[in-house]
């Protein structure tokens, strides 16, 4: 498996995540992985030593954001170990945005 099919697992992994909304292609700079032909973007990886370093940045819902970001290293762990023939390193998540909800406004409210 090349770093662009893994970042597309990794990808697939995260939006698979309750609470994360989308992958985002970062802020102040651009993350992807790049191979011929194919680009994937708001998914770092690099495969050092079989090690798969991986950054991935996303844009979330308003939920625990250390909670959430276990959940992610975990699943992300888990997809590299069963679907690609490297190891897990070090996985950073970016938390680009957050989605708050918004209260509902009722036509009986006043200003």
Do not use: C
């Not at 939920?63 to 959430?68: D, H, K």
């Not at 170990?81 to 490297?86: C, N």
Request: aromatic share 4%; charged share 25%; hydrophobic share 40%.
């Amino acid at each position: 498996m090349d770093e662009v099919e893994l970042a597309t697992l990794i990808r697939v992994a995260t939006l698979r995540v309750p609470g994360v909304l989308a992958i985002s292609k970062g802020i102040g700079y651009r993350e992807a992985t790049y191979g011929p032909g194919a680009t994937v973007d708001g998914v770092g990886v690099s495969v050092v030593a079989g090690h798969a370093w991986v950054n991935v940045h996303v844009i979330v819902a308003d939920t625990p954001i250390p909670r959430l970001s276990k959940r992610i290293r975990r699943d992300i762990r888990k997809a590299i170990g069963r679907d690609a023939r490297v190891r897990p390193g070090p996985i950073n998540v970016y938390i680009d945005d957050i989605v708050f909800s918004q209260p509902k406004v009722s036509s009986t409210d006043t200003l």
